[in-house]
């Protein structure tokens, strides 16, 4: 079975190490330290199987970001689960309104993550027969 490709954009360095570290024995870890990189990584990868997205970043925050590629027909149906010092309920709403699936805050607790990771690809599994009868 293939390991799922994940893209981690953040533009603090720590946190990509942090992240890579955490998520490379279980997935394919892809690392963009920026918005615009996020974007040009998220649209040459066609085997992208979920984005975590910081949302504070200088040039392109977060929001423009799944913005755009969310509006992007070979980007559109990949799951964006933002990371993010923010936590008011107006940005939470924001990120949800923008297509994202998850908002989770920083600092990121590592089985919280692993859950939710888990937890969104169980959530994008194709309905079917799956149980033995």
């Keep these: ?10 533009d603090a360095p720590s946190n990509l ?13 892809k690392v963009a330290n920026s918005g615009s ?13 979920l984005i975590l997205l910081d949302v504070v ?12 590629l969310k509006k992007n027909r070979k980007t559109r149906h990949i799951p964006i689960i933002f990371l993010t010092t923010l936590h008011q309920e107006a940005q939470v709403q924001r990120g949800l309104a923008l297509g994202a699936v998850d908002f989770i805050t920083k600092p990121v607790s590592a089985e919280q993550l692993a859950a939710q990771i888990e937890a969104c690809f169980i959530q994008s599994r194709p309905y079917g027969p799956e149980l033995d009868t």
């Design 17 to 29: 190490i942090f992240l890579n570290n955490l998520l490379c024995k279980d997935y394919r870890v």
């Design 1 to 10: 079975m293939d390991k799922k490709t994940i893209l981690v954009v953040d």
């Design 57 to 68: 970043m200088p040039e392109l925050n977060g929001f423009t970001v799944c913005d755009v």
């Design 37 to 49: 990189r996020g974007i040009k990584l998220a649209l040459a990868d066609e085997g992208l199987d």
